[in-house]
């Protein structure tokens, strides 16, 4: 079976955003987009919400052609142009999108028959409405959270109304030049 993989990167107060949806106090750099190039090698397939995946389609299929572009977004634009992705939204049809499935009902039956599939990881990056749906649905087996060096006080949290508990083991992690944290969980066999 796949698994099924959460990036993102939160604050040191659990939130992902700022009072106003604001991201710009993401730490990125070169070692962590390297570091995160080696988990997207090991995955075929991408999740996202319908609000991320219109941002990425947006920006990656012809991110690694700019005359500008950095390696990491040749590389991650070459990725994401390959692998097929999936998007949960009730808003969007599949006609005319490539190589995308979208999940409109029956979450937990058709994201169960995705992992079920050959293949390799796939990842989820954000989409934080997404990712509490399969988190109350118990579909989420692997968590990467990246946590900034940053208190932000107000905001749009990490988790919210999550339905039950999720116990989760420790099994890596991995400090970053920048300060960022990532802390690798999976998800505990054991209640």
């Known amino acids: 079976m796949r698994n099924l993989i959460f990036f993102m990167h939160t604050s040191l107060d659990g939130l992902i955003a700022g009072p106003n ?13 390297d570091f995160v190039g080696t988990m997207t090698a090991n995955a075929d397939t ?12 947006s920006y990656w299929p012809k991110a690694g052609e700019q005359p ?3 390696k990491h977004d040749k590389e991650h634009s070459a990725w994401y142009n390959k692998v097929s992705k999936v998007v949960l939204s009730r808003t969007i ?13 029956q979450l937990v039956n058709n994201i169960n028959k995705i992992k079920n599939q050959d ?3 796939i990842l989820i990056f954000g989409s934080p409405g997404a990712s509490q749906s399969l988190l109350n649905e118990g579909l989420i087996d692997e968590f990467w959270l990246f946590v900034n060096p940053i208190i932000l006080g107000k905001g749009m949290p ?6 039950g ?13 920048c300060g960022v944290i990532a802390l690798h969980f999976e998800k505990s066999k054991i209640n």
Request: hydrophobic fraction near 40%.
């Open 165 to 177: 508990t999720t116990k989760l083991k420790l099994v890596a992690s991995k400090t970053f030049a």
């Open 46 to 57: 991408a999740l996202y919400g319908r609000v991320t995946y219109d941002m990425m389609q």
């Open 119 to 121: 293949g390799k990881n």
């Open 158 to 163: 990490l988790f919210k109304d999550i339905i």
């Open 93 to 105: 049809s599949e006609k005319g999108l490539v190589n995308t499935t979208v999940i409109s009902d």
């Open 21 to 33: 949806g604001e991201m710009n106090w993401i730490k990125v750099d070169e070692d962590i987009f």
């Open 68 to 70: 500008n572009a950095s």
